[in-house]
């Protein structure tokens, strides 16, 4: 093992990183977009009820938004 003073002198004595994991985009994506819909409906009930405001509910369709700008650059750029 070699001594951590070695390691920081000389990094290309360390062992190789792990490569990237393959995942697909697209249902990561799609579960943020569902969770975002989940707290929109959440949201707009309480905001109707007189507990919330519609600032939460604004952010909430801007996470939906941005979901919708992942899945359009990940269509684009699918490799």
């Not at 519609?54 to 684009?76: H, T």
Request: glycine share 16%.
């Amino acid at each position: 093992m070699p001594s951590l003073v070695r390691l920081l002198t000389h990094p290309e004595a360390r062992r190789p990183g792990p490569g990237p994991l393959a995942v697909d985009l697209r249902k990561v994506l799609l579960v943020g977009i569902g969770a975002w819909v989940v707290a929109l409906v959440v949201l707009v009930v309480l905001t109707l009820a007189g507990v919330g405001g519609w600032i939460e509910v604004a952010v909430c369709g801007a996470g939906l938004a941005l979901g919708g700008v992942g899945l359009l650059w990940d269509r684009r750029h699918r490799a």
